[in-house]
C-alpha cells in the first residue's frame, strides 16, 4: 500500500479508491502522511490535490437539503395532493 499510494502521489493521482476494508483505507491514510513527511511527496503536491478534489466537489455534489426543508416538503398540502393525483391516475 505504500510503494502504491507514494508512487501514485508522485505521478499527480488526486484520490484514490480503497473500499475493500477500513483498515486498508487507515493505511493509505498513513501512507500518505508517511510520503509527506519522508519528504517522497511534497506538501504543496497534497495541497494542490486537496484543492481539486475539493473543486470537484463543490463543482459535482450537491449538498443535501437541510432536514426542516425534507420534512416540510414531505406531508405537505402539495405532496399530498400529488400524492392522491397519482392514486386517482392509477399509479400505485
Known amino acids: ?3 502504491a499510494v507514494t508512487a501514485g502521489m508522485q505521478a ?6 480503497v473500499c475493500h476494508t477500513e483498515a ?3 493505511q493509505a491514510l498513513a501512507a500518505m502522511v508517511r510520503a509527506v513527511r519522508e519528504g517522497d511527496v511534497s506538501e504543496e503536491q497534497l495541497r494542490a490535490a486537496a ?3 475539493d473543486r470537484l ?7 443535501p437539503p437541510p432536514r426542516s426543508t ?6 405537505s ?3 399530498r395532493d400529488l400524492i392522491a393525483n397519482l392514486l ?3 399509479l400505485r
Open 1 to 3: 500500500m505504500d510503494e
Open 12 to 17: 499527480g493521482v488526486d484520490m484514490f479508491l
Open 24 to 26: 486498508l483505507q487507515t
Open 51 to 53: 484543492a481539486r478534489v
Open 57 to 63: 466537489m463543490r463543482t459535482y455534489v450537491a449538498p
Open 70 to 75: 425534507t420534512l416540510q416538503i414531505i406531508g
Open 77 to 79: 398540502k402539495e405532496n
Open 88 to 90: 386517482r391516475s392509477g
